[in-house]
C-alpha cells in the first residue's frame, strides 16, 4: 500500500511539472505572435551607438543626449565618423583627461543639431576636415582660461585643416576660450579661406577669450552685408596672430570692431575690408592694426564716428562720400592722430574724401591725409567740400598730395566752412575752387 503511495505521489509531481512547462511555452509563442504582428514594437527597443575600435556612445532617452566617452582607463582618440553628428543631434564632446587628443574628425562633418564641447576638450582635424554648422543648428564651446578649448590639425601645418563654418542663426551659440589653430585651408562650401567662416547676414555668435592663429588665410571672415543697427556677432578679448590676415568683412560690419581685440602679428597687419554703403550710427575703431578699405566708401544716414589711432588704408582711384543725411565726426588727437593713407606712398593714389552733408557735427581734427587727391580731372583737393554744406576742419595735415588739401563748391547756395591750423607736407597748395583754381582767402572768393 505505502509503494502505491509513492508512485502515485511521483506521477503527481511529474504531472504538475509538465503544466508548468507547458504555460511558459505557451506564453513565449503568445508574445512572438504579438511581435509579428505589430513589428513596429521591436524598434521602439533602446539601442546604443559605439565606435567598435575606441568608444562606447551613451545615450539617454529621455533628452536624446549622447556623449562619446572612451573606455575607462583608455588614452586614445575616439575617432568621429562623418555621420556621427547626423545619428547624434545632441551631442556633449567631454574631456578625457587620460588623453592629450580626445576626437579626431576625418571629413568635413555637417552639424544641424546641437553641439556643446566642454572645458578642457582637444579635437584634431585631419587634412581638409572641418565642421559645417547649419542653420537649424546651435553650439556651445566654453572653455576656462585654465582648460581652454584646442581645434587644431593632425599635423601643424597652417592650412592642414578647413576651419569652422558657421550659417546657423541660433541665438545660444557661444565660444569662449577657444584656440582654432593652423586651419584656413580649402574652404567648406566654397566660402573664403579661413580660421573661422561666417556667412549668413542673421548669423548669431558670441566670441569671447578665443584665439585664431596659424591660418593659411585668414583667421576669421565675416560675409555678407547687413543694414543699420546689426549687433548679431559680438567678438571681445579674442587675439588673432600668426595669421595670413586677421580678418576679412565688410564695411557694414564696422560694428563688430573694439580695442578689446588683438590682430597684430600676422604676415600682413591689417584688417581687409570691402567697400559699401553704411547706414545707421557707427564707431570706426581704433585698433593695433590698419583697415585696408578693398573699395570705395559711402554713408548715407547716421553718425559715423572715427576715433583717435584709426588708420585707414586705400586702393587706387578710391573715395569717401558722406551724404546728405550722415555726420561725419572724425576726431584724433594730437598723440593718436588718424590717418588715411594711400596703399603705395605716391601722390594721388587714391581720390578724395567728399562732404556732402550740412549736418553741423562734420568735423575733421587731428587728421593726417596721405597720397590723395585725383590725378586726372578738376577739382581734385584730399578733401572736397558740396555747396549748402558744413564743416569744421582744423589741425589737419596734407602729406604728399596731389595738388590741393581742400576744394570748395562755390555756388549761388552758400556753404559754412570753419578751418583753422591746417599745414601743407609735401603739398603744392592748400585751397581750389571746383574748377582747379587756387583760392588764397576761401573765405572771400
Known amino acids: 500500500m505505502k509503494t502505491f503511495q509513492l508512485k502515485f505521489k511521483t506521477l503527481l509531481v ?3 511539472v509538465s503544466l508548468v512547462f507547458a504555460s511558459c511555452r505557451d506564453n513565449k509563442e503568445s508574445e512572438a505572435t504579438k511581435l509579428e504582428a505589430n513589428p513596429e514594437q521591436v524598434n521602439k527597443q533602446p539601442k546604443l551607438k559605439a565606435d567598435p575600435k575606441t568608444a562606447k556612445s551613451i545615450q539617454n532617452k529621455d533628452d536624446a543626449v549622447s556623449s562619446p566617452n572612451s573606455e575607462d582607463g583608455n588614452n586614445t582618440a575616439i575617432t568621429l565618423d562623418c555621420n556621427y553628428f547626423k545619428e547624434n543631434t545632441n551631442t556633449i564632446l567631454k574631456d578625457n583627461p587620460k588623453a592629450s587628443i580626445d576626437y579626431i574628425i576625418t571629413c568635413v562633418t555637417r552639424i544641424d543639431g546641437k553641439l556643446t564641447i566642454e572645458p578642457g576638450v582637444v579635437i584634431a582635424f585631419k587634412q581638409d576636415a572641418g565642421m559645417e554648422f547649419k542653420d537649424g543648428s546651435s553650439f556651445k564651446m566654453k572653455g576656462t582660461a585654465e582648460k581652454p578649448i584646442i581645434l587644431t590639425g593632425k599635423e601643424q601645418t597652417k592650412g592642414f585643416w578647413r576651419g569652422i563654418h558657421s550659417e546657423s542663426s541660433n541665438a545660444n551659440n557661444k565660444m569662449s576660450y577657444v584656440t582654432i589653430d593652423f586651419a584656413g ?3 567648406p562650401s566654397g566660402g573664403a579661406k579661413a580660421a573661422l567662416g561666417i556667412y549668413r547676414e542673421n548669423s548669431i555668435l558670441t566670441l ?3 584665439t585664431f592663429s596659424n591660418s593659411k588665410n585668414y583667421g576669421m571672415v565675416v560675409n555678407n552685408k547687413v543694414e543699420k543697427d546689426a549687433y548679431n556677432i559680438v567678438m571681445k578679448n579674442c587675439i588673432f596672430t600668426k595669421n595670413n590676415i586677421p580678418f576679412k568683412t565688410n564695411v557694414t560690419r564696422l560694428r563688430l570692431f573694439n580695442n578689446a581685440n588683438s590682430f597684430s602679428g600676422n604676415e600682413k597687419d591689417y584688417i581687409e ?3 559699401g554703403t553704411l547706414y545707421g550710427n557707427a564707431t570706426w575703431a581704433g585698433l593695433d592694426v590698419p583697415y585696408f578699405l578693398q573699395g570705395n566708401f559711402k554713408n548715407e544716414e547716421g553718425v559715423l564716428t ?14 569717401f562720400h ?8 572724425m576726431v584724433g588727437t594730437e598723440e593718436n592722430p588718424i590717418i588715411i593713407r594711400g596703399e603705395h606712398d605716391v601722390p594721388g593714389f587714391w581720390e578724395q574724401l567728399t562732404i556732402d552733408s550740412s549736418s553741423p557735427l562734420n568735423e575733421i581734427a587731428h587728421v593726417n591725409f596721405k597720397n590723395a ?6 577739382p581734385n583737393g584730399a578733401v572736397k567740400l558740396q555747396r549748402s554744406k558744413f564743416l569744421n576742419i582744423h589741425d589737419v595735415v596734407f602729406t604728399d598730395c596731389f595738388e590741393y588739401g581742400i576744394s570748395l563748391n562755390y555756388g549761388s ?7 583753422s591750423n591746417l599745414t601743407l607736407n609735401n603739398t603744392p597748395k592748400l585751397f581750389s575752387d571746383w574748377g582747379g583754381k587756387e583760392l588764397t582767402d576761401p573765405d572771400n572768393p
Do not use: Q
Open 413 to 419: 547756395d552758400p556753404f559754412y566752412l570753419k578751418h
Open 208 to 210: 569671447d577669450h578665443c
Open 273 to 275: 575690408l570691402n567697400g
Open 373 to 378: 587727391g585725383r590725378t586726372t580731372g578738376k
Open 14 to 16: 511529474l504531472f504538475m
Open 322 to 329: 558722406i551724404s546728405g543725411k550722415a555726420s561725419l565726426v
Open 185 to 187: 585651408g580649402k574652404p
Open 306 to 319: 572715427m576715433e583717435p589711432g584709426t588708420e585707414i588704408i586705400m586702393p587706387a582711384r578710391s573715395w
